[in-house]
């Protein structure tokens, strides 16, 4: 069984990886570019064992432990023994091209490359390597310790031993997966949130009806846990407003293509919860 794992970005997405997987007994690799950024995620994570531990859910024990198997650096170098490695970084090709080249210099030969990209094709990120059958999508969702999903992306080349330890990494530290057979922009989650969020929006936008009741309509009556503005506001009206664009810009399909109200919201800074402001007002 791999033992050993790396995470590079230790955001929201990285540090919640970071801390399902120490967790499961992994010895984590938790890479940054700041120490600024790397205390933050430490300390995110320390907190989120606190609450799991004042709920009764773990003991202080079990939680100091896998506090001890995290070990944080701004080196990338660090990663280069780890079993599996997985990208966390901004959605952003360009950024996450850059990332994998490095790794394909770093990384031992036999490890698995994952990204947990929630909508950049897959192919696209294992083609700047030399090993394109050694890079799979890993698609976590946040809050990482809470939510049970781990959407599996097959790339274009991506060998079936590649997605049967991905598969197996993501099962060992408590997920259910699915598997993405064809690497389409957004895959099956981001497609389908991304395509309720703008229909809600355009509704929304029009007038035909309240965020409220545009959300209550979902939750009654399709036993939706929560409304599709009411996830917007919590993911953040900006970040699906991002990976709506990279769906449209690949697929070319209108249902993506996002309300005027989404953009500016953004460029009003009214982004959801994170900034007090979004479909609703917190």
């Known amino acids: 069984m791999a033992k050993k794992l790396a995470v590079i970005g230790a955001g929201l997405m990285g540090s919640g990886i970071a ?4 967790a499961a007994g992994y010895d984590v690799v938790l890479r940054d570019v700041t120490d600024e950024a790397l205390a933050r995620g430490l300390s995110g994570i320390q907190a989120s064992y606190g609450k799991f531990v004042a709920k009764g ?8 432990a896998a506090l001890a198997r995290i070990t944080a650096t701004t080196e990338l170098e660090a990663v280069a023994d780890a079993d599996i490695v997985v990208e966390a970084v901004f959605e952003k090709i360009e950024v996450k091209q850059e990332i994998f080249r490095a790794l394909d ?6 490890a698995i490359l994952a990204s947990n990209t929630s909508a950049i094709p897959i192919t696209k990120i294992a083609a700047v390597t030399e090993r394109p059958e050694r890079v799979v999508g890993t ?12 959407e599996l992306v097959r790339g ?6 590649t997605l049967a330890a991905a598969k197996a990494f993501a099962e060992e530290i408590g997920k259910t997966c699915i598997v993405v057979n064809r690497d389409v922009a957004g895959f099956v989650t981001t497609r389908l949130i991304s395509a309720l969020v703008v229909e809600a929006a355009k509704l929304y936008e029009s007038g035909v009806a309240s965020a409220e009741d545009i959300d209550i309509a979902c939750k009654l009556g399709f036993g939706h846990a929560m409304g599709p503005l009411t996830t917007a506001d919590m993911t953040g ?4 407003l991002h990976a709506t664009g990279n769906i449209y810009a690949e697929s070319q399909d209108e249902k993506f293509a996002a309300p005027e ?6 460029d009003a800074g009214d982004l959801g919860r994170k900034s007090g402001q979004g479909f609703y007002t917190y």
């Not at 801390?19 to 120490?22: D, H, I, R, Y």
């Not at 698609?139 to 781990?150: A, G, K, N, R, Y």
């Open 19 to 22: 801390q399902v997987s120490a």
């Open 156 to 161: 274009y080349k991506t060998s079936d031993e």
């Open 57 to 64: 859910k773990m003991t202080a024990e079990d939680a100091e």
């Open 139 to 150: 698609h976590f969702f946040s809050p990482v310790p809470l939510m049970q999903l781990c």
């Open 261 to 266: 109200i989404m953009r500016r919201m953004v």
């Open 237 to 240: 009206v900006d970040i699906l």
């Open 105 to 110: 210099k770093i990384a031992r030969q036999d």
